[in-house]
């Protein structure tokens, strides 16, 4: 007997193979069509005794909604026949791919006598039928879905790209596939009520992630909540297939590639090239933060609900049993007896009592439909609209008064032609937007429930009970701690000594070990493992890196355990066997164990130490690192398309098809507004924007990060990217991170040219990753950064909080596009420097770079900005003559013919208010800009750079 579940994987599965991956390249050009080949085979060999009624409807609506849905339309003369030659585009002949984002056409070479028809079906076939299992309808659906777009050999990059339709190439036949297998799921069973969005938000996040004595803390809450992120996702997985998954897309990331190895029994072999199942280190992308903290899915309307609380019981579920098991290690840690009436999982049961939050809002797509005189299904936009009148207050409901649904709804007929009459796909932008609203309300009216918490507080957040196995202990002051669960497990899982954590730290301090012994089964070669590196190991960094390159040896006797190092350091070490270098940090951290164990002691011990080190290194290490937040500008403009540098509806088109329907429709003035109009947020826009936010976060930004610079990533998940750098490679790094968001030249960022062949930005919006072509956000979308460097001793919540405002001030920058740094001094007081991208940070580079040379006073940065607190703040004429004269003063040789021409730049910038954003205190802003570059220009912090001079001594002050 076929059931319900049935009968949607069958549709789901047939639908995936209602057109072939190759369609684009066999369209036109075989007298079988594109239909034959492949789709006949696979699906002979998939359903012998064919497909049933129900199902084959399921897939013919599936597929005229997903087209409407993903497409812009363009419109016919009445008189031009079902298929005009003038709308044929055969891709073969002019094949051409249209950014989605930008709506820039890349014209490729002509694949017509490269690729003939036959070849490719038979490509197409083989390739498909390799992940077809016999007798298993549900894993195969799984593979394909998987693997379908991943080709080997020379149409590997091509076959990704290739275009669903010839005419509108700014998507691709595997998007189409996917949206049309997760419509058809929802149509092949008619008591479902056919398909509705759903959307689903986990919370609280940065308060959640914020709650951090350590780096090691940082990562575990960003992915942690990641991983429950996963967890809601794969309820909706489970039950129609991860083409459900509208945004974010799912495809290639690595937990979902476990789940499909552990959980649904894939074949191994086909994951084993896969980097997450060949990176022992914690390069390893199953310990990448990768997903975001909501989702929308297309789901069957009548299991929205059902569905919403089956995530939400799962989530809290997931998040007690990792709790409790957090609570166990813990327990056996301190030599302590796990029993079930300890107080502490009362207290777990307590302190996750609604954890995490669960917002959902769903949308059935029958309010965006209707019947017409003969009982066809077609789009409607009366209920919709009364539904959507409530979330807009007084104003029309969004895209309903759009000139493109006005074109396409019939409410305009074109002088010499018209539009098809519309499905109910084409309302998908619509039924973003209200669901969209109703997600909000969703948030804004959420319970608070009450909790008792009477003993001793956590010692991290202070909010609730610090857990433990008595609760007669809670009544203990700090001091008197002397036997609890924690001071006997100090020392284990970066617990310190005193630290008492209530049961949510507890868990963001254990994940790290729980989550290793989850997947270390499943990654080959060496023993997987979770490395934190250090604030002070990545102040030493740069320090140990030029040391290393140098063939300096590190001091002798070295008794301390190696310090994780970040990644490239660590290569460099192994590869010139210094491997000793990475014991420094401990070393230098390390207690004094002889019988005077006073502090003043251990002071005099480790100052000696850092003694030892500056002999060797020939000068004082850097005490500083860096860290940096960087977010996508405007990223709910860019979903819902509302963004002035939204492509226009004509951008969509081949430039072929452009020019015919310029040439027929160009005169009129209803079809020329129409083709000026921004395109709506379909779900290909969605998509777009989900496939370019993954390669930037799981591709570049650990390139970036970790390969090209001396850094740590501690998460990146879609346009939020956090990272831990060396202090001097602190602000190229996140100009590179900027370029690579965009998929632009870093140069343009402000960056030096790339020196590694890993990454290439290529085109506006694509990029070249280690053969492969990446489809970025495109030169229109930016992202602004937050920059903090910090003493390695500064308590990291501190640092914290000025991290996110530093981000804040570079997000009220007029149009953002910014970066904002906090120097916190050690010694008190911070410099604060917010400008653009681009000139700004070329032109802190050259001060910098000016300052640090021989033949600059090493004290010419602070007589500077002395002198700069006598002059008249609006005279800029005056100014840039003065500083080109003072600036000389305090230089000798080419430094000083230099002066002119940077004094004159500084002032022209410090003036400049779309730069900068203290445009009222414009010196002020220069003094900062000065003396931030003369803390990068420090001894300390010099590149290892040949192409730049020496630094090694610093004349006192040069006189003219």
Request: charged share 20%.
């Amino acid at each position: 007997m076929t059931t319900e579940h049935d009968l949607r994987l069958q549709a789901r599965l047939a639908a995936r193979l209602h057109d072939p991956p190759e369609k684009a390249l066999v369209l036109m050009r075989t007298t079988q069509g594109h239909e034959g080949g492949t789709v006949r085979d696979l699906l002979g060999d998939l359903f012998p005794q064919g497909l049933t009624a129900a199902v084959q409807q399921a897939c013919e609506r599936a597929d005229h909604w997903a087209s409407a849905a993903d497409r812009m339309a363009f419109p016919k003369r009445d008189d031009d026949g079902r298929y005009p030659a003038w709308q044929q585009v055969q891709f073969a002949d002019q094949p051409v791919l249209i950014h989605p984002l930008t709506g820039q056409a890349h014209t490729l070479p002509p694949l017509a006598n490269e690729i003939a028809p036959a070849h490719a079906q038979a490509i197409g076939t083989d390739h498909l039928r390799q992940y077809v299992i016999a007798g298993d309808l549900r894993r195969t659906a799984l593979a394909l879905w998987r693997f379908g777009p991943e080709l080997s050999g020379d149409l590997a990059e091509l076959w990704r790209l290739l275009p669903a339709d010839s005419r509108v190439p700014d998507h691709t036949i595997h998007d189409h596939l996917d949206l049309t297998a997760a419509l058809a799921s929802c149509l092949a069973v008619q008591s479902d009520g056919g398909p509705a969005l759903l959307a689903v938000s986990l919370g609280p996040v940065q308060d959640f992630i914020a709650a951090a004595r350590s780096v090691s803390d940082l990562w575990a809450g960003s992915h942690l909540l990641s991983h429950l992120s996963w967890v809601a996702m794969r309820v909706v997985c489970e039950s129609l297939g991860p083409e459900a998954i509208l945004f974010p897309r799912l495809r290639g990331v690595a937990a979902v590639d476990l789940w499909l190895l552990r959980d649904q029994q894939l074949k191994a072999e086909w994951f084993d090239q896969q980097a997450w199942r060949t990176t022992a280190t914690d390069a390893n992308p199953l310990f990448a933060a990768a997903l975001p903290n909501r989702f929308t899915a297309i789901v069957p309307a009548r299991m929205a609900q059902d569905i919403a609380q089956r995530i939400t019981q799962a989530v809290r579920q997931e998040a007690l049993t990792l709790t409790r098991r957090a609570f166990q290690r813990l327990l056996q840690a301190a030599g302590m007896a796990d029993r079930p009436d300890l107080y502490g999982y009362q207290q777990i049961e307590r302190q996750l009592q609604g954890f995490p939050e669960v917002h959902w809002a769903a949308v059935p797509w029958s309010l965006a439909q209707a019947q017409d005189e003969s009982g066809a299904v077609i789009a409607s936009d009366s209920e919709l609209a009364a539904a959507m009148q409530p979330f807009f207050d007084s104003q029309p409901p969004g895209f309903l008064t759009s000139t493109t649904w006005q074109h396409l709804s019939g409410g305009y007929k074109l002088e010499q032609g018209r539009f098809f009459r519309p499905n109910p796909g084409a309302l998908y932008p619509a039924l973003h937007e209200l669901l969209e609203r109703v997600l909000a309300a969703a948030k804004a009216t959420r319970p608070f429930a009450a909790n008792s918490e009477q003993g001793w507080r956590c010692s991290l957040t202070g909010e609730a009970e610090w857990i433990t196995t008595d609760a007669a202990q809670l009544g203990l002051p700090p001091g008197q701690r002397k036997d609890t669960l924690w001071a006997r497990a100090a020392g284990r899982f970066g617990i310190r000594a005193g630290e008492h954590l209530s049961a949510l730290p507890m868990l963001k301090r254990l994940w790290p070990t729980l989550y290793v012994e989850d997947v270390r089964a499943h990654v080959q070669g060496e023993q997987l493992d979770r490395y934190v590196v250090s604030t002070h190991t990545m102040a030493l960094s740069s320090a140990i890196e030029q040391a290393v390159q140098k063939g300096i040896a590190p001091p002798a006797g070295l008794s301390a355990d190696p310090a994780a190092l970040p990644a490239r350091l660590a290569a460099l070490v192994r590869q010139r066997n210094l491997r000793d270098w990475a014991r420094v940090p401990s070393w230098l951290e390390a207690e004094d164990d002889s019988a005077d164990n006073s502090a003043e002691a251990g002071e005099r011990e480790r100052q000696q130490r850092l003694r030892s080190l500056k002999d060797a290194l020939g000068a004082a290490p850097d005490a500083y690192y860096g860290l940096l937040l960087m977010d996508g500008d405007g990223m709910g403009a860019w979903l819902s398309a509302s963004s002035k540098q939204t492509p226009e509806v004509r951008a969509s088109f081949h430039p072929q098809l452009q020019a015919r329907l310029e040439t027929r429709f160009g005169v009129d003035e209803r079809f020329i507004q129409y083709a000026q109009s921004r395109r709506a947020p379909n779900p290909a826009w969605h998509m777009a924007i989900s496939q370019a936010l993954n390669h930037f976060a799981l591709e570049l930004a650990p390139t970036v990060i970790e390969k090209n610079h001396l850094g740590k990533l501690i998460y990146a998940g879609g346009d939020d990217v956090m990272a831990m750098l060396a202090t001097r490679d602190l602000l190229q790094a996140a100009a590179q991170l900027r370029a690579a968001y965009s998929g632009i030249k870093p140069e343009e960022m402000g960056a030096q040219p790339l020196q590694s062949g890993r990454w290439e930005a290529s085109h506006n919006g694509w990029a070249r990753f280690e053969g492969r072509v990446l489809r970025l956000m495109g030169r229109n979308a930016t992202a602004s950064a937050g920059l903090v460097i910090a003493h390695h001793q500064a308590p990291l919540g501190a640092v914290l909080r000025a991290l996110r405002q530093a981000e804040q001030r570079a997000k009220r920058m007029e149009g953002k596009d910014a970066w904002s740094l906090a120097v916190l001094k050690r010694g008190g007081g911070a410099l604060y420097v917010t400008a653009k991208w681009g000139g700004p940070l070329r032109l802190l580079h050259e001060l910098r770079l000016f300052l640090q040379s021989d033949e600059v006073s090493r004290r010419a940065a602070y007589h500077l900005t002395e002198w700069l607190h006598d002059v008249p703040a609006q005279a800029e004429d005056l100014v840039s003559s003065l500083l080109a004269y003072q600036m000389a003063r305090q230089a000798r040789g080419q430094a000083r013919e230099q002066a002119p021409d940077l004094a004159q730049r500084l002032v022209k910038l410090a003036f400049d208010s779309e730069k900068h954003p203290e445009a009222a205190q414009p010196l002020q802003w220069l003094a900062n800009f000065m003396l931030a570059a003369e803390f990068l220009a420090r001894s300390s912090r010099h590149q290892s750079d040949a192409s730049e001079p020496s630094h090694s001594t610093h004349l006192k002050e040069a006189r003219p």
